[in-house]
Every structure is written in C-alpha cells, then in structure tokens.
C-alpha cells in the first residue's frame, strides 16, 4: 500500500449455469464448453466483499484496485467483463489448452503466476469452494503458494484497514473474528455478501475494456507443472448418481413376508 | 379426446352438498365470499355436459372456477352451484402448422406454472395423443424453445380462468393479453350443448352473430353496440363490427359458458432476455422517460412501474424482515422505478438497448450509475423478486391493519387510458389522493397506462373515501376513452364500474347477448352486471 492504493485479487471460476452437465469420458472431468456459464456464485461473494471494501475507502478518498483473475477457456473473458461491469477494475484470463486438466495444485500454480502479473496485490480473495468441484482447497493451496496467512469460511467483514483484516469466519459450532496482516488470502461464503448488479454505466463501459489474456508461456509456466501434466490427482471415475424407486406390495402371511423382505435386501447387496 | 364408446355420465355422483370442510370454494383471491348449495369437480368435458344437463332443468346458477387466482371475485359463487374445473388438468395434443408454429391444446384446469415448466424442459405429457400430435411433439424436441407469453403475476392461474378473464401480465405490452394466443376453444353451454370454435372460421355480420352448435342447433345473437376503448382493456364482452366469433367467448368471465378445451398459439422463446432497472428523482421524470422509452425501445416486452411510495414499503421491508433482507436497495432518493424486460435476438441488439435507455436517461436528467442491469439468471431473479414484493408487502401491511379493523381490505385499481392521457390521468390520481387525505402505494404496467393504484386505508372511514373515489375515477378515466378493468375483469367487484364506463343500455345489451347463450342466465351470475338485468330479459329491453 505504498502509493495508498490497496489492491484486492479475486479469484473467480466459471461453473456451469445448471447441473446438468457432460463428463468427458476419458479424462472424467467436466467438459467446459462455455455453453451457460455463471460466475461460481462463492467467488460473486467474495467479489462483492472487495468491491464493498472499494466503496467504503472511497467515501474516505482513498483509491483500491479490485482485479479479477481466472484460469478458464477463452469465453471465461465475458464473465470477466462482466465482473468489470459491477466494479472491478481490471481482469487478467489465463487461457492455454496447457491449462487444461488441473487438479487444484496445478490450478493454484497457474493462479499464482497471474497474481505475480498483476504485481503486488494485498489482499487475495477466493471463493470457499467452487459448486461444481466442491473442493475448497484453492485458496489455502494459494495461501501455501505464496506463503500468506490464510482466513477460511469468511461469513463477514468487519473491517479492512491499512495493513490488517478482520473477519468473521465460520468455525465448528459458531463463528469468531480472526485478525490477519497484510498481504493475506481469505476464501469466502456463499451468504457472506450478495453481488450487486451492474449500473447501465458499467456494462457500456466493460464493453471496452480490455481483459488481459495470458497464455501458458506468456505467464512462464512450466508446462510439467500445469494442467493434466502437472496434476498429481486422478479422477479415476465421476458419475452422476442414478436416484431409483420402486414399490412392491408383498402379500402372504407374516413369515412369508419377512421372507420376501429378506430376498431383497440380498438382492440390493 | 374422449374414447367414443364411454358411458354417459350420471350427474348424481358428480354434484355433492357444498359441506363446511369445502369452504374454501366459496372464496378467491380478491378475498370476498359467497354463498353455494354444491360443487362438482368434473374431470372431463362429458362431465361437465352431465352436470349442466342436470342443473339447466331447475335453472340452478352456476358459477365456473379454476384456481381462483382471480381479484375481481370472478369465482366467487352467488348461490346454486360451484363448478370447479381444476381437475380437468390434461394435456390433450399438439398441432404444427405450416409456418412451424406450435399449437398447444390443454384442459381449462393447466396451471401456467406447469404449462411453462413442461414448455421449458419440452416434457409435456402425452397420454392418449394421436399420431400427428405426437409427431408435432417430436419436432417440438428439436425446435427452438417454445414459451406461452402471458404472464400474470400469480403463476398458479389456470388457462381456463387466464381465458375467462383475458388475462395480461408484465409482458402484455408486447404481447397482449391471452385474447391473440388463444386459437381455439370449446365452449359448453348452459343447457349442456357445445359450440365449437376456431379463430378464423366464424366472423359476426357487422354486429350480428350466428353460431352452430355441435348438436346442429343455431343461435343468433345481436351484439352489443358500444365501440371499446383504444387501450388496455379486460372490461366487458368484446365487441366490435365483423368480428372473430371466438373473441366474444375471451373475457367473458364465465357468463356464456364452461370452457372445456383451450388450444394456446405457442411463441419461440427470446434467445437474449435482460432486465434495466431505471430510477428518477420525480414521477414526472419517469413519466416522460416511459414515454421517451415507449417511442426508442422496439424490443421492450415490457414497461414496468413503481412510485416512491412502493420504494419506501420496499426499503422498510428490506430494514425489517428477514425474509426480505435480501431485496436489492434502491438508490437513496430515488423517488420513481421504470422497469425495462428487453426481448431481443442477441446481445449486440440488447447492448444497442441499453444505449438508447442511457440516452433517455440523460434526456430526462436522471443517472446511468444508479441503475441495475440483469443479465443473468441470478440477477434477473432478483429483479424479479424485487418487483413481486411490492404487491406482496402491501397485502402484508393491509393484513397489519386488518386486525385492527377487519372491516378494512386493500383497493387496487385496474384502470387503463390511452398512450396520451398518461400524464393526465397520473395527475388525476395524485391530486385526488391528496385532497382525500389517503395513504397509496402505486405500481404496475406503465408502457400500457395500466397503473394498479393501491389505497391503504388505515380505518373504514379512509376505506369509504377509498371506494369513492375510485367511483369517481372510473368516470374520469371513461372521460379519458380508457378502461374502468385493463386486466383483473370486472367480475363481480367492478360491475359499478363497468355501468359507468357504458351505460345501463349497452349493459342491458349484454344482458341480452349472455341469454341468447344462457337464456335462464345461470351461468356467471353476479359477474359484469347485476343479475337484474338478466331479470326477464326482455324487461330492460
């Protein structure tokens, strides 16, 4: 915060707009072609915290800098352009077929080499959890990665001043206000904020702004350590669980029915 | 699409005492009660013939009903008997025309909800079809999506009352009401026969009407002779010279006979849908950004409104209940709300919208930055919250003061004028409300001149004041060459109304048009007129 700007990161994923998805059946993960693709609705969270954080310095007169970044396909720049209509400032997408296949240690890699492109950031903010992998290990992983203090399950702000955070955070049984320095990682809960919607001002001027696109080697990365190839985890099988029901109606006296209830627990072993 | 060789109904077992555990038959939405001695559930259209058969021998009233969605008391009985059609809920076929066109054909008892749900996942029932519906279901699933476009706010209504009372919504500024959607239609009348109709085949000579029955008999009728007015209009029979047999029996709120088959005109659904939240420091700046909009804006499917009385309701709303806490806040000072749903073939055109709203907005003095633009699901779903909380916070807060005083309930007007006395019949509104001294809360379809002003009346006395003056408003928008009813109908809440904006003499020539289909007038009594006008008959005439 040198020059009095603080700058906030947030990390966002594009998530399937419904539930109904395809699988590719060779590598079992989902298959990402941009068709309906939200914002995953943690990481609108977490961006609404930093654009209040934004708003609340600004009525004081000092300036922030919220940057949206993500590793997504090519089409993930309109849900960044969108971001930028609801106030970010900027956008940075990490876009490569290198990219493609991370588990979450290749994925916050590559998050990382983009957080070092956008410079010195204070404060980084991810979604707890994406609501199509459900993992929540991207922000502690970035946390690690950058060797930052790590605030998980923020439910609230109560307030970022120069140099700290404070957060209420969700914990076993309740919550509790923790305090970090800066710079600092803080994943977010879906109920902590809701995203506001863009002004006609902000869509008319996201249409013109530039999101900043960066390949696999424009961000140097080593291409052993991203995407499939650099993904220790393997999906051995994913699959969509298959709800059945049926009813029988069994007769006959009541051993026979014991009976007949007995067949088909066997059955279903 | 009954199977020819089932047997004739008996009416007996379908007509059953109206009993205290089926009390809530008695009553709809516009919260009145009646009065009826039994109640039938039909569920098919044989059904329904066995039970008028019956009925028509003592001349018992009927009244038709649905899912009682209704606020003019349409649904409400006025003694006899309660036709209740919510059981006759199918699904009956599909047609394709040769433009590609889909035609969907249901039981009057289709929810709107089901029907949009089915439309949207493309999964309509198809139990018993024949073979050229089924093959028109088939390109259904390979289409462009399909979407039925009337869209009144309560989505429990039923096609069958959505028809009875040509029901609009938020989009009929686009589209219309139900009337253009509706392409078919059987109609039974009150002595069990059928008339069968399909937009196209039967026109009236100038205002005379001849109609065949399926039985082979034919009825002649003399339509009334009023000229409608030129704006939004759900108030009375439609009439007007050569018209199309079909419209008549559209908004006749139940008074000519049971609908028992309703074939609904499909619409490809838009591939673009976004939501403009707009925001004035004064309803006059709103008023001429409507006007600005209406003129700029070919893709609008709707124009929505809200005063700075239904945004503070909103804002104490927001502060006060949990359930509502999640409300989007409108602007401090923000006085007006003009809605914009644009409808559009891609974003480039949408983002071309959105442009000409700003330009609008500059031209009115107002801001581009305290807007709400939505975009996607999510943000279009908290608009669309935001606007169905308006009515539903009012009925809350009359809820509140019921209990004070039960003798109190809320007025909402339904009145319509032509697009050019929208500031004149705007200014009437607020200069009456304030000599009267009344508290309000204004709201709904601006782009059509249709604003539901809603008086909250904090004691009876202001509740009397409240009906006077609508009484009086009535004969100032039917000065204006507007509608006393735009979209609720007239039922049985707005028959006073409905006198004034034609007249006891076109009143008693509807009278005459409903005997020549009803000639005990038993069907719908109570509903547009007094059923003193049906007295006789020719007595008034």
Known sequence: ?269 | MQPAQEAVPRAEGLIRPLTADLDGYRRDESRSTGEAETISFPESEEEVRAILRALHADGVPVTVQGARTGLAAGAVPHGGHVMNLSRMNRYLGLRRDGSGAFFLTVEPGVVLSDLRKRLKARDVPSDGWDDASLRALRELADAPEQMFPTDPTESSACIGGMTACNASGARSYRYGPMRPHVTALRLVLADGDVLAMRRGEVRARGRSLALRTVSGREISLELPTYEMPRCKNASGYYVEDDMDAIDLVIGSDGTLGVLTRIELALTPAPAVTWGVSTFYASERSALDATERLRAELADAAALEYFDGAALDILRRQRDSSAAFSSLAEPPAGARACVYVELQCTDEAAALADVRRIAGVLRAVGSDADGTWVARTEVDREALQFFRHAVPESVNMLIDERRRADPSITKLGSDMAVPDERLHDVVELYRRTLAEAGLESAAWGHIGNNHLHVNILPRDAGDYARGKELFAGWAREVTRMGGAVSAEHGVGKLKRGFLETMYGPEHLREMARAKLALDPLGQLGRGNLFDETYLEGGERHG
Do not use: W, Y
């Not at chain 1, 946390?143 to 609230?156: E, K, Q, S």
């Open chain 1, 1 to 269: 915060m040198a020059d009095g700007t603080l700058h906030i990161a947030v990390c966002v994923k594009a998530v399937p707009g419904s539930t109904d998805v395809r699988m590719d059946p060779e590598t079992n993960t989902i298959v990402r072609d941009g068709g309906a693709a939200v914002v995953n609705p943690f990481d609108a969270s977490a961006l609404e915290l930093a654009l209040g954080i934004a708003d609340a310095r600004a009525a004081s007169g000092v300036p922030t800098r919220v940057s949206v970044v993500s590793m997504g396909i090519p089409s993930t720049a309109s849900l960044l352009r969108d971001c930028i209509a609801r106030g970010a400032t900027d956008a940075l997408l990490l876009t490569d077929r290198a990219f493609a296949g991370a588990d979450t240690l290749a994925t916050t890699r590559a998050l990382a080499l983009g957080l070092a492109r956008l410079g010195r950031v204070d404060l980084v903010l991810c979604g707890k959890m994406a609501v199509d992998g459900d993992t929540a290990q991207i922000g502690p992983e970035l946390a690690g990665a950058l060797d930052l203090p790590c605030a998980v399950d923020v439910r609230g702000l109560v307030a970022c001043s120069e140099g700290a955070l404070r957060a209420r955070v969700g914990i076993d049984g309740g919550t509790a206000v923790v305090e970090l320095p800066l710079p600092a990682v803080a994943t977010v809960a879906k109920e902590a904020a809701r995203l506001r919607m863009p002004s006609i001002s902000g869509v008319l001027a996201a249409e013109g702004a530039e999101v900043e696109v960066l390949d696999a080697s424009g961000a140097g990365a080593d291409p052993a350590r991203i995407g499939l190839a650099g993904s220790p985890t393997q999906v051995v099988r994913s699959f969509v669980p298959e709800q059945r029901s049926s009813a029988r109606e069994i007769g006959g006296t009541a051993r026979e029915q014991a009976a007949a209830v007995a067949d088909i627990v066997e059955r279903m072993a």
